[in-house]
T-cell receptor
Framework: SQTIHQWPATLVQPVGSPLSLECTVE??????LYWYRQAAGRGLQLLFY??????ISSEVPQNLSASRPQDRQFILSSKKLLLSDSGFYLCAFNSRGTGELFFGEGSRLTVL | AQSVTQLDSQVPVFEEAPVELRCNYS??????LFWYVQYPNQGLQLLLK??????LVESINGFEAEFNKSQTSFHLRKPSVHISDTAEYFC?????????????FGAGTQVVVTP
């Protein structure tokens, strides 16, 4: 069966520190991968999506970057966190030809 | 471009009462439609989806949604809610011709069920 895992579940980081959130998918090959951010009361914002290894599309300009070093691995990073980077980050995937997204458990980031 | 509007940001409801969450979308092409549910501090889970066929779709836990093409709506309903239905609900749309299947989400509706 298809599964998705992301970690860490919670993270408290000082302003200016680096960030790395990791997401892995099992049970499928060549998935589309997504990073979303959910800020309080603001719904879901698509940050990045990837259709293959090394192929990253950014939806909004920001302080974050994404990488896909392996087919089923998706990493969200920042070199220097800002207060505004706080939020709930969700990794998701789908297989080509379907619209249904499968979400990870989420990572709550608090920047102090 | 597609967009999704969820008309209510928060819906308070008493236990065992009915609830309706409204969702409207804008698109000039055919669409796939989804409702997701998010419990506190968790990821989103698919509740139900419309891809084709019958316009009334049901979930295993008593929710149903009806695709209305003329009104471009996909409202979610449950005739009798439980405390455990307290969660945030997201409506989403995608374009079947988009092989990448990117979803466009609404802003979400917070349902709070009280005894």
């Amino acid at each position: 069966s298809q599964t998705i895992h992301q970690w860490p579940a919670t993270l408290v980081q000082p302003v200016g520190s680096p960030l790395s959130l990791e997401c892995t998918v099992e049970g499928t090959s060549n998935p589309n991968l997504y990073w979303y951010r959910q800020a309080a009361g603001r719904g879901l914002q698509l940050l990045f999506y990837s259709v293959g290894i090394g192929q990253i599309s950014s939806e909004v300009p920001q302080n974050l970057s994404a990488s896909r070093p392996q087919d089923r691995q998706f990493i969200l990073s920042s070199k220097k966190l800002l207060l505004s980077d706080s939020g709930f980050y969700l990794c998701a995937f789908n297989s080509r030809g379907t619209g249904e997204l499968f979400f990870g458990e989420g990572s709550r980031l608090t920047v102090l | 471009a597609q967009s999704v509007t969820q008309l209510d940001s928060q819906v308070p409801v008493f236990e065992e009462a009915p609830v309706e969450l409204r969702c409207n979308y804008s698109s000039s092409v055919s669409v796939y439609l989804f409702w997701y549910v998010q419990y506190p501090n968790q990821g989103l889970q698919l509740l139900l989806k419309y891809l084709s066929g019958s316009t009334l779709v049901e979930s295993i836990n008593g929710f149903e949604a009806e695709f209305n093409k003329s009104q471009t709506s996909f409202h979610l309903r449950k005739p009798s809610v439980h405390i455990s239905d307290t969660a945030e609900y997201f409506c989403a749309v995608s374009d079947p011709s988009d092989s990448w299947g990117k979803l466009q989400f609404g802003a979400g509706t917070q349902v709070v069920v009280t005894p």
